[in-house]
């Protein structure tokens, strides 16, 4: 049974970048160090209809959750995930 799949809204390659400069800001990390953020939709109950995972790909791999959408995602949302790991 598979309870996330990838949205089938694009993300605006703009607001994907934005999120990752934020990212850089906020973790003051290398500009070489590669970022991976992926829009899912979880089918399981309970669970928000769609969330965006984040991956920063560094030694070891940094990962977040934000439960909205990319194009619903701000700065603050950001910063939140940030300090709560």
């Known amino acids: 049974m598979n309870l996330f799949s ?3 809204a694009k993300a605006e390659p703009e607001k994907v970048q934005q999120i990752k ?3 850089y800001e906020l973790l003051q990390l290398d500009p070489d160090t590669p970022i991976s953020i992926i829009q899912l939709r979880c089918t399981e109950p309970g669970c928000p209809p769609l969330e965006t995972a984040i991956a920063v790909m560094t030694a070891p791999t940094k990962t977040y959750k934000i439960h909205k959408s ?3 995602i701000g700065f603050t949302d950001i910063a939140s995930a940030i300090e709560q790991k």
């Open 70 to 72: 990319i194009a619903e």
């Open 6 to 8: 990838k949205s089938n």
């Open 21 to 23: 400069t934020w990212i």
